[in-house]
């Protein structure tokens, strides 16, 4: 029976693009396809017969929630990479659970998939993780928050480093009461807060932390009207991601503040609207778009070209000075 390197062979492409044209995707030419068609008409290439012997072209991808601009920025841009070399996406999620992410690393075996992809917030993966992969022989990345692996290949977004970017630039400015808000999903940014007030000899106060299961813009909107019932107020709020910053902004203008004359915000994620607000977000960008890219170019390397080398990539984040940010006002002099 006639191959897909048979049939690529024949037009001089090679065989993803082959692939795709018989998966009708849209992203080639007509006449390509045409070409990729009537030679496979010619050969008796049967794509039923095929899906049964051809190695699976499809990348399981594990992710936490789809909600947030966050996630669906890397996912848009891993699934239009894929598509481009030939492969698609089978999405599950996790919800934020270990417990889950094993249930969907099994599952997607079981649809027969060549690889996974997790992004994962979990600090430390399960023992479970390599012996499934092991005993399945299936390709795994994971795109993680936290640490690199050492048993598969990982892209790690420095999010530590993030948060001391934030933190940083509000005391550079000159900020010395400086206000934190968060989801109980965004520890990590909250005790990096916590050591770099610490290590610039900064109080850690209790009153100007506002943690809690609120998420997004009413964990912001939230946490801001508790910053509001302090005497004296904080200077400066770093909040953990965008959309809890603008909940945030959203309650300060509402109370009569003014952005940042009477009080500062910084914020991690730099998602869309961020750069679009009445008042433009100073924000750190993680960069999430060229994320999608790297880790569906990895994956595809490492499926293609069966490497056994394990890869461990970290990605640096950058600040982002806009508009919600300046020294306090007893730091400006005539």
């Known amino acids: 029976m006639a191959t897909l390197k048979d049939i690529a062979k024949i037009a001089n492409v090679n065989v993803s693009t082959v692939s795709k044209a018989l998966r009708d995707s849209s992203d080639l030419n007509v006449q390509t396809v045409a070409l990729i068609r009537s030679i496979s008409e010619q050969l008796g290439y049967s794509q039923k017969s095929a899906d049964k012997n051809e190695p699976s072209s499809v990348v399981g991808v594990i992710c936490p929630e789809i909600i947030s601009a966050y996630y669906t920025s890397m996912l848009d841009s891993l699934r239009r990479h894929l598509l481009k070399q030939g492969f698609r996406m089978m999405l599950t999620i996790s919800g934020f659970s270990e417990e889950e992410e094993i249930s969907c690393v099994k599952q997607l075996i079981k649809g027969k998939v060549c690889s996974i992809i997790c992004f994962s917030e979990q600090n430390e993966h399960s023992s479970k993780f390599k012996e499934i992969m092991e ?200």
Request: glycine content about 4%.
């Open 135 to 334: 005993k399945n022989n299936v390709v795994l990345l994971i795109v993680s928050m936290g640490e690199e692996n050492h048993f598969c290949d990982s892209i790690c977004v420095d999010d530590w480093q993030s948060a001391l970017l934030a933190v940083n630039h509000l005391i550079d400015l000159g900020h010395t009461r400086i206000g934190y808000i968060g989801d109980n999903l965004s520890l990590l940014r909250r005790n990096a807060y916590e050591k770099v007030l610490m290590i610039n000899g900064l109080p850690v106060e209790d009153s100007l932390i506002f943690q809690a299961e609120l998420r997004f813009e009413k964990c912001g909107y939230a946490g801001m009207q508790k910053m509001l019932m302090q005497d004296p107020l904080p200077t400066a709020i770093f909040s953990a991601y965008d959309n809890i910053a603008i909940g945030a902004m959203r309650a300060a203008f509402e109370a009569g503040l003014a952005i940042p004359d009477d009080i500062s915000i910084v914020s991690i994620d730099d998602i869309q609207v961020s750069s679009f607000l009445n008042v433009r977000l100073t924000t750190v960008t993680e960069p999430t778009r060229d994320l999608g890219e790297l880790a569906a170019d990895l994956i595809v390397k490492k499926i293609r070209d069966k490497r056994k080398i394990i890869q461990n990539i970290k990605l640096k984040p950058t600040l982002n000075v806009r508009e919600t940010t300046a020294p306090p006002k007893q730091s400006f002099t005539s």
